[in-house]
């Protein structure tokens, strides 16, 4: 065993991927051209969802106005699509069955994770229950279960599953698990993690717990 | 001091602690992470300009370095 002089010299591997991405070997790595070209895909595919809808709904109230009824419910399915998608994006927020509501969770009983935030997102963190922490993709917004990514200007937002593999942790120590694999490298997160809806930020608010949304207004504000 | 800190279960627990001028307390708790890393821990050093690196080896000299669980897409 060398004494610490000798280990002066060992390496650090700066720009390393996580360990965790051998395990996901056939993603493509989720940087900033492959998340714009999801949000490319999800709006094509949301076009393909939903605009026959329209054309359908437009059809039938030109053919024959007493179908204005019928063409509204073509619209209201157009409508509800895209709503399902943010659905599904949001829920990587929810809050866990039991956990404490805001406010009651203690301030001294954060363990690590208190240690690795600074007072603004710490205070986020007390109201919210989520972490907010700038990257090079963009403002994340990181729960126990998932992550946000609101991407720079603020409107648009990805939405990934991502959980540490020790669900007896509690939930702030779940935080910092996931915490500290983003500091150390925010592209191979992204690629751990499964992406579950890219799309509006506006969208996506309107589905998400209330006491999450102050924590995704942070995030926005963060990225203009 | 340096600490070599786990985050489980009970929240965070310091595991060893070693100074740069004490070669047998790093070389305690160069073992000690090794251990670890053989449970299935991973080791994340914090560098002194705030970064996060993963280390396969205890370095000496950083401050704070912390084990944790490995993620996966939920």
Same mark, same amino acid.
């Given at each position: 065993?060398?004494?610490?002089?000798?280990?002066?010299?060992?390496?650090?591997?700066?720009?390393?991927?996580?360990?965790?991405?051998?395990?996901? &070997? &056939?993603?493509?790595?989720?940087?900033?051209?492959?998340?714009?070209?999801?949000? &490319?895909?999800?709006?094509?595919?949301?076009?393909?969802?939903?605009?026959?809808?329209?054309?359908?709904?437009?059809? /039938?109230?030109?053919?024959?106005?007493?179908?204005?009824?019928?063409?509204?419910?073509?619209?209201?399915?157009?409508?509800?699509?895209?709503?399902?998608?943010?659905?599904?994006?949001?829920?990587?927020?929810?809050?866990?069955?039991?956990?404490?509501?805001?406010?009651?969770?203690?301030?001294?009983?954060?363990?690590?994770?208190?240690?690795? /935030?600074?007072?603004?997102?710490?205070?986020?963190?007390?109201?919210?229950?989520?972490?907010?922490?700038?990257?090079?993709?963009?403002?994340?917004?990181?729960?126990?279960?998932?992550?946000?990514?609101?991407?720079?200007?603020?409107?648009?937002?990805?939405?990934?599953?991502?959980?540490?593999?020790?669900?007896?942790?509690?939930?702030?120590?779940?935080?910092?698990?996931?915490?500290?694999?983003?500091?150390?490298?925010?592209?191979?997160?992204?690629?751990?993690?499964?992406?579950?809806?890219?799309?509006?930020? &506006?969208?996506?608010?309107?589905?998400?717990?209330?006491?999450?949304?102050?924590? /995704?207004?942070?995030?926005?504000? /963060?990225?203009? | 001091?340096?600490?070599?800190?786990? %985050?489980?279960?009970?929240?965070?627990?310091? %595991?060893?602690?070693?100074?740069?001028?004490?070669?047998?307390?790093?070389?305690?708790?160069?073992?000690?992470?090794?251990?670890?890393?053989?449970?299935?821990?991973?080791?994340?050093?914090? %560098?002194?300009?705030?970064?996060?690196?993963? @280390?396969?080896?205890?370095?000496?000299? @950083?401050?704070?370095?912390? %084990?944790?669980?490995?993620?996966?897409?939920?």
């Amino acid at each position: 065993m060398p004494g610490t002089e000798q280990l002066e010299q060992v390496p650090f591997d700066p720009g390393a991927r996580l360990p965790e991405v051998a395990d996901v &070997w &056939w993603r493509t790595p989720v940087d900033t051209d492959r998340l714009a070209h999801i949000e &490319w895909l999800s709006a094509a595919f949301t076009s393909v969802y939903v605009a026959p809808f329209f054309i359908l709904g437009a059809l /039938l109230v030109t053919l024959e106005p007493l179908l204005a009824a019928v063409s509204l419910l073509c619209l209201v399915h157009a409508w509800v699509i895209p709503e399902l998608f943010a659905y599904r994006g949001a829920r990587v927020l929810a809050f866990e069955p039991g956990s404490a509501p805001r406010g009651v969770r203690g301030p001294g009983n954060k363990g690590l994770l208190a240690d690795l /935030l600074d007072r603004r997102p710490a205070a986020i963190e007390e109201a919210t229950g989520a972490v907010v922490e700038r990257g090079r993709l963009g403002v994340w917004v990181l729960a126990e279960n998932g992550a946000l990514l609101v991407r720079p200007g603020g409107r648009r937002v990805h939405a990934f599953c991502v959980a540490v593999k020790d669900p007896g942790l509690r939930r702030c120590d779940r935080i910092a698990h996931l915490l500290l694999a983003l500091r150390q490298d925010e592209t191979g997160f992204a690629t751990v993690a499964n992406h579950a809806f890219a799309g509006a930020t &506006w969208r996506l608010r309107r589905r998400l717990p209330p006491g999450r949304r102050a924590a /995704l207004k942070a995030a926005v504000s /963060l990225s203009r | 001091m340096a600490r070599l800190v786990r %985050l489980d279960r009970s929240g965070n627990t310091e %595991l060893a602690a070693w100074s740069e001028g004490d070669p047998a307390s790093f070389q305690e708790a160069a073992a000690v992470f090794r251990e670890q890393l053989a449970g299935g821990y991973m080791g994340v050093a914090k %560098l002194p300009d705030d970064t996060y690196e993963q @280390v396969k080896e205890l370095p000496a000299h @950083v401050d704070l370095v912390m %084990l944790r669980r490995p993620i996966a897409g939920g």
